[in-house]
């Protein structure tokens, strides 16, 4: 069942702003870097559409793209169930290889040869690489579908490397942290999903929408950018856009976590997507007034991210 979109078009309110700490210490590290926040440009942000070959984009500046998708459905494909993860949730496909780049497209391919459309593992191929296969865990029914688990924390076992340009666990393992690594696996996006989870790779209460730039991991590796649109999925928050936790992301470099402040700085602290946790610095005991407008209600629990 698709989770409806409440789209966020409100206005910048005014901020009651509690400064988040310079550093944290039991998650501190990475570069010293600042820059002077700027303003976020705002949009509305919409479902994909999944019963055509192709989707449009919208920038944030408001230019609009169409990728085509590069299935064939004349593959012959299994979408029976060949295993569980070890959380018992069901992987799908993974011993097919299907002739598309991104979670979005195989739904494309699945839509259109009247094949079951179910979240689950598969096996893919790398954009501009045809002959180069990774497993990949896609969600296909929230917000519109078509987006490919890139993070996810757990609160237990340290991560060496967790981050946007991290590889880490294994995307059967729902017991470990994970982070795919984009850097090697290039798959392009232009909006994310972040929120807590429930159990296995399920969403929780609260998980958000938002627009990046498609260059982010190459580009940001040592400083952030601010997020072009954003949309709540599921929960009660609406964020204060003025001084919420996710309002920029970037420092792709880290390899303690998948960074999202509510500023272009990293002073030493992590915030964002670690691999034990979601840190958005606003507690429900220590800040409840703030927690859910500044930190969204999720500092202290547990994260996935997933891009499209």
Not at 35 to 55: E, H, L, N, R, V
Not at 122 to 147: F, H, K, R, S
Not at 167 to 194: A, C, R
Not at 266 to 293: I, M, N, R, V
């Amino acid at each position: 069942m698709r989770v409806p979109v409440v789209a966020a078009t409100v206005g910048l309110l005014a901020a009651c702003v509690i400064d988040s700490p310079s550093f944290d210490e039991t998650y501190g590290s990475g570069p010293t870097t600042g820059a002077s926040a700027q303003p976020t440009s705002t949009g509305d942000a919409g479902t994909s559409s999944t019963t055509t070959a192709s989707t449009t984009a919208t920038s944030s500046t408001g230019a609009t793209s169409t990728t085509s998708a590069a299935a064939s459905t004349d593959a012959t494909t299994d979408a029976t169930t060949d295993g569980d993860t070890t959380d018992g949730s069901t992987t799908l496909g993974e011993d097919t290889v299907y002739p598309v780049s991104s979670c979005l497209e195989l739904q494309q391919l699945l839509e259109g040869s009247d094949q079951p459309v179910v979240s689950g593992i598969y096996t893919i191929t790398l954009p501009q690489m045809p002959n180069t296969t990774v497993t990949v865990y896609c969600d296909l029914e929230t917000a519109g579908g078509g987006w490919l688990l890139v993070g996810r924390s757990h609160p237990s076992g340290a991560a060496e490397s967790f981050g946007w340009r991290s590889q880490t666990g294994s995307v059967y393992d729902d017991n470990k942290p994970y982070s795919l690594g984009l850097h090697v696996h290039p798959f392009e996006f232009g909006e994310i999903l972040i929120g807590d989870y429930a159990a296995g790779k399920t969403w929780g209460g609260n998980v958000y929408n938002l627009g990046l730039p498609s260059d982010l991991v190459g580009a940001n590796q040592n400083d952030a950018e601010s997020v072009s649109f954003y949309a709540v999925i599921a929960g009660p928050c609406m964020p204060n856009q003025l001084s919420w936790m996710l309002r920029y992301a970037g420092f792709t470099s880290l390899t303690s976590a998948f960074f999202f402040r509510d500023s272009m700085t990293h002073d030493g602290a992590d915030y964002g997507l670690l691999h034990d946790k979601l840190w958005t610095f606003y507690t429900d005991a220590e800040f409840p007034a703030q927690s859910c407008p500044l930190g969204g209600e999720l500092a202290n629990k547990q994260g996935m991210l997933m891009i499209r």
